[in-house]
């Protein structure tokens, strides 16, 4: 006798013969329970006794708005980090989300620029796709693909992972922010890895998105755990268009922008250690360079306070780089080449001055992080022109103060 299946039972009898192995549940479940969550929000005010007509602090991104405060970020962020030193293959990502007045100079033309126009913005920073390929070497290759922070400079958007309320102008005009692409890092031993990598450009993606029809790309060296461990350092290259159909035409598409950012650290003890960071950026199509050093010292009082040094030296050859965006969307309408609500200054020599305090208790419990950061900074033309407080002064004093908090 023939017995006849319902469609119910066969369903039941496949699942059972392809049944995931528990070895394979077990592992996606190790992997889920690796995903960590966090939250941080930061605010500040940076004070700017001149009061400058257009209630703007020249030169500075960060704290722009001179003597008004301001919700600088609320970051959320969803992430799997791959073990990096593994012999195996790992794989992770990494989501996050910024809402604040910070969030307008980091926007990513054709994703989320036209999402809001005003003060505070919303961006998604990084998006991305980890590998980690246990290939060629030991310690392997690892890979990030999709919307990637940018990997060049001392300083980044993210207030618990820099010195200072404040950028350099160094960070602000000779790095690159954020790219839609892929970068990698080979391991090719205990101490020094080869960085390389391609996106669409600085701060632009796909089709409208994009300010001309030309890709960019990194190369650099990285090396970790030098002179006895206490010293590293980075170099990364970059070349590709960067500047805007709308302003050059079709030269836009291969006139080359050439990035070059070297910096080391040295630990001097466990509570002294210093920075140098050094950088020359030269453009093609704006026929324009500019080039700096930046130093860095901080000291660690007691384990819930650091005192922090910037010294920096930053000349624009042209006046082509260092602007003022006055208008809330004026920075990315001008990486698109379109008309934007600013302010520059001729040819200038620029120094600048900032000392710090970094103030960080342990709450422990749920707050993963706490501190209090004031600022004194003077920026001054070395060469006699006025860029500050509004075009009148030679220089220019601002004090300012954040807090930020984590979970």
């Known amino acids: 006798m023939v017995r006849r299946l319902g469609f119910a039972t066969m369903i039941l009898l496949a699942a059972s013969h392809w049944a995931v192995p528990s070895a394979f549940a077990s592992d996606l479940g190790s992997w889920a329970k690796s995903i960590t969550y966090g939250a941080q929000i930061e605010g500040g005010i940076n004070a700017n006794p001149a009061r400058p007509d257009n209630g703007v602090n020249f030169g500075q991104f960060f704290g722009d708005r001179a003597n008004q405060p301001q919700l600088d970020q609320i970051l959320l962020t969803v992430n799997r980090a791959v073990d990096t030193t593994a012999h195996d293959y790992q794989i992770g990502f990494f989501l996050q989300g910024m809402y604040g007045a910070d969030a307008r100079y980091f926007q990513i033309a054709g994703i989320t620029s036209n999402a809001i126009s005003s003060r505070y913005q919303f961006i998604l920073p990084q998006a991305h796709l980890d590998l ?41 005009y000779s790095t690159t922010f954020e790219h839609v692409g892929a970068m990698f890092q080979w391991h090719v031993d205990d ?25 960019a790309g990194y190369f650099g060296v990285n090396g970790s755990g030098l002179l006895g461990g206490k010293f590293s350092f980075t170099y990364l290259g970059r070349v590709g268009p960067e500047d805007a159909i709308r302003t050059l035409g079709k030269q836009a598409n291969s006139s080359q922008r050439f990035w070059n950012d070297l910096n080391g650290t040295y630990k001097i003890n466990d509570k002294l250690s210093v920075t140098g960071e050094f950088n020359y950026m030269h453009d093609d199509g704006l026929r324009a360079d500019a080039y700096s050093f930046v130093s860095y010292v901080s000291y660690q009082i007691t384990p819930s306070l650091t005192l922090n040094y910037r010294g920096e030296i930053y000349r624009d050859n042209t006046g082509l780089f260092v602007t003022s965006f006055l208008g809330d969307t004026s920075y990315i309408r001008a990486t698109l080449g379109k008309s934007a609500y600013t302010q520059s200054a001729p040819p200038t020599t620029y120094g600048a001055l900032t000392l710090g305090a970094n103030w960080h208790p342990a709450f422990g419990h749920h707050v993963k992080l706490f501190e209090i950061r004031p600022e004194i900074r003077f920026d001054r033309s070395l060469n006699g022109t006025t860029p500050f407080n509004d075009l009148r002064n030679t220089g220019q004093f601002t004090f300012g103060a954040d807090a930020v908090l984590g979970f």
Not at 141 to 170: H, K, N, W
Not at 191 to 215: E, I, K, P, R, Y
């Open 132 to 172: 980690h390929l246990p290939w060629l070497t030991r310690h392997g290759l690892d890979m990030q693909a999709g919307i990637l922070t940018s990997p060049m400079g001392v300083e980044s958007y993210d207030p618990s992972l820099r010195p200072f309320y404040t950028l350099s102008y160094t960070t602000q």
């Open 191 to 215: 101490h020094f890895s080869a960085l390389f990598g391609v996106d669409t450009g600085n701060q632009v993606s796909f089709g409208g998105g994009d300010n001309n029809h030309a890709a």
